[in-house]
T-cell receptor
Framework: SAVISQKPSRDICQRGTSLTIQCQVD?????MFWYRQQPGQSLTLIAT?????????ESGFVIDKFPISRPNLTFSTLTVSNMSPEDSSIYLC?????????????FGSGTRLTVV | GENVEQHPSTLSVQEGDSAVIKCTYS??????FPWYKQELGKRPQLIID?????GEKKDQRIAVTLNKTAKHFSLHITETQPEDSAVYFC?????????????FGKGTLLTVNP
């Protein structure tokens, strides 16, 4: 399965500022996914990022708040903009499995964000 | 959209006993059902998955069953060990097309008591 490097692993940020999270994959993948996991909760999909097109956002998430870049098939960034304490969560990127028959999803190690 | 319900939210068993976690899904077009294990402070790890063309899949002490008619699937862990203690998430997605996004259940905190 793909190996994902995600950084930063954690950060403490001031409200009103922005943080950009990076996700690097060791192989080319068509789709990359960004999830949010609030403390003690399940994973919620923020958006799907395809190379060469705008990201597709889920209900409740907007591009102005969570802009995403996908410049190539191995890299993506998620920015959390104008942060508030409610944005304190773990943010994870995920990629589909490689190969036409394998749909196992792999997750990055996550970014633990605390907004103060 | 898809909705995945997971039960129970917490489960405590004695070491050596079996544990069963159940999920239901709403979208009959979903055809891929993975299970993830998440230890405290770590990323979710895929432990087993099943596709809609099979009814059961086993991997050592772990098995998953799928009932497409009833739209539910279950995770079975036999001979539980303390290291099985974690949060388990079920998920569902539709393979094919251009969107493989996963919808997760709310998770089950499994505690295996020595």
């Amino acid at each position: 399965s793909a190996v994902i490097s995600q950084k930063p692993s954690r950060d403490i940020c001031q409200r009103g500022t922005s943080l950009t999270i990076q996700c690097q994959v060791d192989s080319q993948v068509t789709m990359m996914f960004w999830y949010r996991q609030q403390p003690g909760q399940s994973l919620t999909l923020i958006a799907t990022a395809n190379q060469g097109s705008e990201a597709t956002y889920e209900s409740g998430f907007v591009i102005d708040k969570f802009p995403i870049s996908r410049p190539n098939l191995t890299f993506s960034t998620l920015t959390v903009s104008n942060m508030s304490p409610e944005d304190s969560s773990i943010y994870l990127c995920s990629v589909e499995g490689t190969g036409s028959l394998e749909i196992g999803y792999t997750f990055g190690s996550g970014t633990r964000l605390t907004v103060v | 959209g898809e909705n995945v319900e997971q039960h129970p939210s917490t489960l405590s068993v004695q070491e050596g006993d079996s544990a069963v976690i159940k999920c239901t899904y709403s979208d009959s077009a979903s055809n891929y059902f993975p299970w993830y294990k998440q230890e405290l402070g770590k990323r979710p790890q895929l432990i087993i998955d099943i596709r809609s063309n099979v009814g059961e899949k086993k991997d050592q002490r772990i098995a998953v069953t799928l009932n497409k008619t009833a739209k539910h699937f279950s995770l079975h862990i036999t001979e539980t060990q303390p290291e099985d203690s974690a949060v388990y998430f079920c998920a569902a997605s539709k393979s094919g097309g251009s969107n493989y996004k996963l919808t997760f259940g709310k998770g089950t905190l499994l505690t295996v008591n020595p």
